[in-house]
């Protein structure tokens, strides 16, 4: 049997007559870029969050940038954010020509420790970045107390949190503006390069909206550095008809978390990813175990030999890539997350997996831990 890491295809098929007519419609409109169907996208996906507004962007990278740009935030300044997730978070600060400071992650949700970001704050300090890792949302209470209390911006990364929830609240509406990436294997995915940010605060939309078209408050007239960021409409009109089946797919994907959990939970070789206090608030965009003792290059071999595709969500630190040396961290620095780094493992997880995929994922897995 072959169970992919991720089926694109099987999406796409499934929506193909619908997203031909969208595309269709985009044509007939000639509407390219922003216009009609990026607008009905941004207010169906601003409902959908349940905020006042979102600004459709490029790309989730872009969407960062211009959250940190809106909020002020540049040269001299600190952000705090976490060691362990995709690189693009911390290229956002580096863009804005801030510095990333790096805290470790929880055990639980592998996501910002809070109780470590209050120590980080210094006077430079403007911004805490959280990323909700893995489609599960970083521990925000404390963190929104932390912000209050120093007059910080708090900025979600909810690249891989679309769906999620935190004590009811979706992702990305919980701090002061909220970035989301819609590359296609996202748990909203485009057909292309797509992000967006959601935001309660009319003045930072308004800012995003200004930056991603050469920073226009009227034609031709030019306020600030600007950008082109703008949302294409293909892109839009593609996500207005996906949003509609997000629900039934993050359905899904807890659904498929719960049976690696019934049929993996035994095996002690194998640490499975632990959910949040309301387990239908986790989106389960990748689903994550640890090694304990076993060496992740074999068992990826052997799953691999028997069809399964795995992937490793991320195997070297953000402060340990060679674009960040130059911020002097070291080994010792993140025990969490160097430790997570180092055995975590991707099993299969998106929608249109069946229960034999699953089933037959977790026999191998079993066995390939075994030896
Ligand atoms: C995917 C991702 C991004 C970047 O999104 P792009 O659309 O690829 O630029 C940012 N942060 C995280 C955590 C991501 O997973």
């Known amino acids: 049997m072959q169970v992919p890491f991720l089926d694109l295809k099987a999406q796409t098929r499934s929506l193909w007559s619908e997203l031909q007519e969208a595309i269709a419609a985009v044509l007939g409109d000639a509407a390219y870029i922003l216009g009609p169907h990026v607008a009905k996208f941004e207010s169906a996906f601003a409902e959908y969050v349940g905020v006042k507004h979102c600004v459709g962007l490029n790309n989730g990278t872009s969407a960062l940038q211009m959250a940190l740009l809106a909020c002020g935030i540049g040269p001299g300044d600190e952000v705090i954010t976490t060691p362990h997730t995709w690189i693009s978070t911390s290229w956002a600060v580096s863009y804005v020509g801030a510095t990333p400071v790096y805290v470790d992650i929880d055990r639980a949700g592998y996501n910002l420790d809070p109780a470590l970001v209050e120590a980080a704050v210094t006077k430079r300090t403007k911004a805490i970045l959280p990323v909700h890792l893995y489609g599960r949302v970083a521990d925000m209470d404390p963190l929104l107390k932390l912000a209050d209390r120093h007059e910080l911006a708090l900025i979600e990364d909810a690249a891989q949190a679309h769906a999620a929830r935190y004590r009811g609240k979706a992702a990305g509406g919980i701090g002061r503006i909220g970035c989301f990436s819609f590359y296609p294997g996202k748990n909203l995915g485009a057909i292309g390069e797509a992000g967006a940010v959601v935001t309660n605060d009319d003045a930072l939309a308004e800012k995003v909206r200004i930056l991603r078209d050469h920073a226009q408050d009227g034609r031709h007239h030019h306020v600030t550095i600007g950008f082109n960021t703008r949302m294409e409409g293909l892109q839009g009109a593609a996500l207005s008809v996906k949003l509609k089946y997000l629900d039934d797919w993050t359905a899904a994907r807890r659904r498929h978390a719960a049976r690696y959990r019934e049929l993996l939970g035994d095996v002690a070789a194998v640490q499975l990813p632990a959910s949040p206090a309301d387990a239908a608030e986790h989106a389960w965009h990748l689903y994550v175990v640890l090694l304990k003792d076993a060496d992740r290059r074999q068992v990826q071999a052997r799953l691999a030999e028997r069809g399964v ?63």
């Open 309 to 371: 595709a795995t992937a490793v969500h991320y195997p070297t630190l953000v402060p340990f890539q060679p674009a960040y040396a130059h911020l002097g961290y070291k080994p010792g620095d993140f025990p969490v997350a160097e430790s997570v780094a180092g055995r975590c493992l991707s099993l299969p997880m998106f929608p249109e997996l069946t229960e034999e995929q699953i089933q037959f994922t977790a026999a191998a897995l079993r066995d390939a831990v075994a030896g």
